[in-house]
């Protein structure tokens, strides 16, 4: 089993910039595809961003391509998504979650290991 836990998160203006990060524990890290998601007060949860076990393919969600960037570094143990040009319906729990020998699914029901997740509010 494997243990995640996120942090980073906060209020922020539009246009402004946070960096996310979610700590693994309890197996190797490395073995595990990671991604990203994030889930708005009265909708589904949403896929963002996922990165391979190595940290060379990386797969985003329109909503995210060109402002968020996922990157991992493996003996941290740890997944980041920077997020720039931050909008207010970027607003959201973003959830970090894990996946054993995965490449970069981009579903829910791709990953098999979820954290309790950190609030982002961007206010206009």
């Known amino acids: 089993q494997v243990q995640l836990v996120e942090s980073g998160g906060g209020l922020v203006q539009a246009g402004g910039s946070l960096r996310l990060s979610c700590v693994a524990s309890g197996r190797t890290f490395s073995n595990y595809g990671m991604g990203w998601f994030r889930q708005a007060p009265g909708k589904e949860r949403e896929f963002v961003a996922a990165i391979s076990r190595s940290g060379s393919n990386t797969f985003y969600a329109d909503s995210a391509k060109g402002r968020f960037t996922i990157s991992r570094d493996n003996a941290k143990n740890t997944v980041y998504l920077q997020m720039n040009s931050l909008k207010p319906e970027d607003t959201a729990v973003y959830y970090c979650?894990?996946?054993?020998?995965?490449?970069?699914?981009?579903?829910?029901?791709?990953?098999?290991?979820w954290g309790q997740g950190t609030q982002v509010t961007v206010s206009s």
């Open positions: 979650a894990a996946k054993y020998y995965a490449n970069t699914p981009s579903t829910v029901r791709g990953y098999d290991h």
